[in-house]
């Protein structure tokens, strides 16, 4: 198995563009995570999907930010516009089911730099 | 108000000898709780994991020890190699917080050869 892959794996803008970054889950996975990590607030869940129904948004920071999930096998978190204070590395994450406890699964990440 | 807390953001240990990662968490009602471990340029990966109803629970040479009365679990590792050298984060659920797992900061482990 691939693995959750994340596209792209770097992503170099100026303040005020759009960005969009990019997650297959893992064939067979019903839930899908996106996350941020910044040196300040570490490991942060920005929304979840449950059968490609976002359940649970309430860390997405602000408008600028949207999520969603067309398909079983894709998903994309947009920011528009963006600002430097955006710049971290997002994961998304997938997991099998929709238990509390089930192990996730994480991408290696897109390094987002916002100049 | 980070409901899970490291408070060692770094941690240096001799290989061989034994690594102890700490985590402490506010909210009583969490009742699982993971450590994950990031290499540099890759995601989390899980490590291993606790129920509310355990004191502990042993995987080769990890071992998670959970105190409920001090909010407070600890992961151990027996003999520390210098591929143990990683980010740990600790990670906390709760039944009815659907699947969100909150996490902590991360504390960065160096084994030294």
Request: aromatic content about 12%; proline content about 7%; some cysteine.
């Amino acid at each position: 198995d691939a693995g959750v892959i994340q596209s792209p794996r770097h992503e170099v803008t100026e303040m005020g563009q759009e960005v969009t970054l990019r997650c297959k889950p893992i064939s067979g996975h019903n839930s899908l995570f996106w996350y941020r990590q910044t040196m300040m607030r570490g490991l942060e869940l920005l929304i979840y999907f449950n059968n490609n129904v976002p359940i649970d948004d309430s860390g997405m920071p602000e408008d600028r930010f949207s999520a969603k999930m067309p398909n079983a096998s894709f998903s994309t978190l947009k920011i528009q516009p963006s600002e430097p204070r955006d710049s971290a590395v997002y994961f998304c994450a997938s997991t099998q089911g929709s238990g509390s406890y089930n192990e996730q699964f994480f991408g290696p990440g897109t390094r987002l730099t916002v100049l | 108000d980070q409901q899970v807390k490291q408070n060692s953001p770094s941690l240096s240990v001799q290989e061989g000898r034994i690594s102890i990662l700490n985590c402490d968490y506010t909210n009583s009602m969490f009742d699982y709780f993971l450590w994950y471990k990031k290499y540099p340029a890759e995601g989390p990966t899980f490590l291993i994991s606790i129920s509310s109803i355990k004191d502990k629970n042993e995987d080769g040479r990890f071992t998670v020890f959970l105190n409920k009365s001090a909010k407070h679990l600890s992961l151990h590792i027996v003999p520390s190699q210098p591929g143990d050298s990683a980010v740990y984060f600790c990670a906390a659920s709760r039944r009815d917080y659907g699947q969100n797992f909150v996490f902590g900061p991360g504390t960065r482990l160096s084994v030294l050869p």
